[in-house]
């Protein structure tokens, strides 16, 4: 199983840019396919975007295409998420999560098995 920790959250002003990141261990990183999604109390945890486990394939909600930009180094086992242009409504928990196994860019939630603790983004207006 793939252990993950994010890092990167914090408080920015609505137009700014924040990068998320996301450290795993194990040896199986590179053949996982890896995500992020997010989560607002009260309402349902929500994919943000993923990538296939070669880095040559991304899928992104429909909220922030065009605005985030998730990447993965595989030798530094990481994954990242670059979020530009903010919105008050980017603000959640993301989570950083791992589809082992899955070489496509996956958005299904029961593929992602291996969760992070999350990092809270708070997007001010």
């Known amino acids: 199983q793939v252990q993950l920790v994010e890092s990167g959250g914090g408080l920015v002003q609505a137009g700014g840019s924040l990068r998320l990141s996301c450290a795993a261990s194990?040896?199986?990183?590179?053949?996982?396919?890896m995500g992020w999604f997010r989560h607002v109390s009260g309402k349902e945890r929500e994919f943000v975007a993923s990538?296939?486990?070669?880095?040559?394939?991304?899928n992104y909600a429909d909220s922030v295409k065009g605005r985030f930009t998730i990447s993965r180094d595989n030798p530094k086992n990481t994954v990242y998420l670059q979020m530009n242009s903010l919105k008050p409504e980017d603000t959640a928990v993301y989570y950083c999560?791992?589809?082992?196994?899955?070489?496509?860019?996956?958005?299904?939630?029961?593929?992602?098995?291996?969760w992070g603790q999350g990092t809270q983004v708070t997007v001010s207006s």
């Open positions: 194990g040896r199986t990183f590179s053949t996982c396919a």
């Open positions: 990538i296939s486990w070669s880095g040559r394939l991304t």
């Open positions: 999560t791992a589809a082992p196994y899955i070489s496509e860019a996956t958005s299904r939630p029961a593929d992602f098995l291996s």
